[in-house]
C-alpha cells in the first residue's frame, strides 16, 4: 500500500497550460511553474530524465503530477545541521518498545500506524511550498498513509514541511503540514506532519510490522 496523497483544492478561472512548464529536457508537463520577478523559487530535478530546473510548485495545476518532480539534493542538504544526540537515539528506541508492547490491543484500525525508526532531514517550506530555512535531522517514528510522526532535537516551527526520508527503496520527498508538535523530555519535540504530496516515483511502503 503507497501512501495516499490529499489534493489541493483546485484553482477555477486559471489558464493551466499558459503557467504550466514543459521539462526543457523530455518535454513533460510538470507541476512547476517559472518564478517572475525576485519571486524565491526552489531547484527541482524531472524524475523522467534528471534535467535541472528553477521553479515554483502548483501543485493546484494538477496534483497527481507531482511524482514528476522532486527537490534537488541541496535542498535537504545537512551537512551543517546538529546531527542528531544518541539521547535522541535512546528516546526513540524508548518509544518503540513501548508502542511494540501496545501494538496488539491499540492498532488494529484501518489506518494504522506503523511504527518505524528512519533519518530524514526536514526544512520549513513557505505558503508556496519553497524551502526556506536550514534543513534539520530528524527521525520518523510512525508512518501512516496520511501523514507521519518524527523526533527532532530542535524545534519545529514551520506550518509547512518538505521531509525527505532515508528508506531501504531510496530517498523519498513529501510535502506536509504540521499538523500538532509536543516537547517531550530533554527539549526533544515529537511533531505530527500530514501529507500533502508525494515527490518522486519512489514508493514508500507502510506495511504493519
Ligand atoms: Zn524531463
Known amino acids: 500500500m503507497s501512501m495516499k496523497v490529499a489534493d489541493e483544492p483546485v484553482l477555477s478561472a486559471v489558464n493551466f497550460s499558459a503557467i504550466r512548464q514543459r521539462c526543457p529536457g523530455c518535454q513533460r508537463a510538470l507541476p512547476i511553474r517559472p518564478p517572475q520577478n525576485d519571486e524565491t523559487f526552489a531547484e527541482w530535478q524531472c524524475e523522467a530524465c534528471h534535467t535541472r530546473l528553477a521553479g515554483i510548485f502548483v501543485p493546484e495545476i494538477v496534483p497527481t503530477l507531482a511524482d514528476r518532480v522532486r527537490l534537488c539534493p541541496q535542498h535537504f542538504d545537512a551537512s551543517r545541521a546538529e546531527p542528531i544526540p544518541p539521547e535522541l537515539r535512546k528516546l526513540v528506541a524508548k518509544f518503540l518498545a513501548g508502542r511494540e508492547s501496545r501494538l496488539a490491543t491499540h492498532e488494529r484500525r484501518r489506518n494504522p500506524r506503523v511504527p518505524c525508526d528512519l533519518d530524514a532531514v526536514i526544512v520549513g517550506l513557505d505558503d508556496r ?16 498513509e496520511h501523514g507521519l510522526g518524527m523526533m527532532t532535537a530542535q524545534r519545529v516551527d514551520a506550518a509547512r514541511l518538505a521531509i525527505q526520508i532515508q528508506c531501504s527503496a531510496g530517498l523519498v ?12 523530555s530533554d527539549g526533544f519535540q515529537n511533531t505530527g506532519v500530514e501529507f500533502r504530496h508525494r515527490l518522486g516515483r519512489t514508493t514508500l511502503k507502510v506495511e504493519e510490522q
Open 129 to 144: 511550498w519553497t524551502p526556506h530555512g536550514q534543513p534539520m535531522r530528524a527521525v520518523v517514528i510512525d508512518l501512516a
Open 173 to 184: 520527498q513529501l510535502f506536509g503540514r504540521t499538523a500538532w508538535s509536543n516537547f517531550v
